[in-house]
């Protein structure tokens, strides 16, 4: 995160995070970085397949808790991996070594409130 005071971009091309990576700058419409923490994968186009670039880090998908590639400490670079996407998906991991806050559900929130 970005202290108080201190400039920087939320949503950002995962070179910023990644500078040493020369597919980062390479793959640079391919996912955004939200944070230094989570990594989206968007689909601008109508196929039902694409070529998804993750950095060189641990990622696993946000929903499913599927490990989708792990750090390589011999390499600087990302890899490009061939994913089916739907219309409806959202292709959204968080990077290993993270802590992100995650409610359930509601059911604390209307607990609390009565």
């Given at each position: 995160m970005?202290?108080?005071?201190k400039?920087?971009?939320?949503?950002k091309?995962?070179?910023?995070e990644?500078?040493?990576?020369p597919?980062?700058?390479?793959?640079?419409?391919?996912?955004?970085?939200?944070?230094?923490?989570?990594?989206y994968?968007?689909?601008?186009?109508?196929?039902?397949?694409?070529?998804?670039?993750?950095p060189n880090a641990?990622?696993?998908?946000?929903?499913g808790?599927?490990?989708?590639?792990?750090f390589?400490?011999?390499?600087?670079e990302?890899t490009?991996?061939?994913m089916d996407?739907k219309i409806?998906?959202?292709?959204?991991?968080?990077?290993?070594?993270s802590?992100?806050?995650?409610?359930?559900?509601i059911?604390p929130y209307v607990r609390n409130?009565?």
């Amino acid at each position: 995160m970005i202290s108080k005071g201190k400039s920087g971009s939320f949503f950002k091309p995962a070179f910023f995070e990644f500078p040493s990576d020369p597919l980062a700058y390479e793959n640079v419409d391919n996912g955004i970085m939200i944070g230094n923490a989570l990594y989206y994968i968007p689909n601008f186009s109508t196929e039902t397949s694409i070529d998804a670039y993750f950095p060189n880090a641990d990622w696993t998908t946000v929903n499913g808790n599927a490990i989708i590639k792990t750090f390589d400490p011999s390499k600087t670079e990302g890899t490009v991996e061939k994913m089916d996407y739907k219309i409806t998906d959202i292709k959204l991991y968080y990077r290993g070594g993270s802590i992100l806050p995650i409610q359930n559900s509601i059911y604390p929130y209307v607990r609390n409130t009565k």
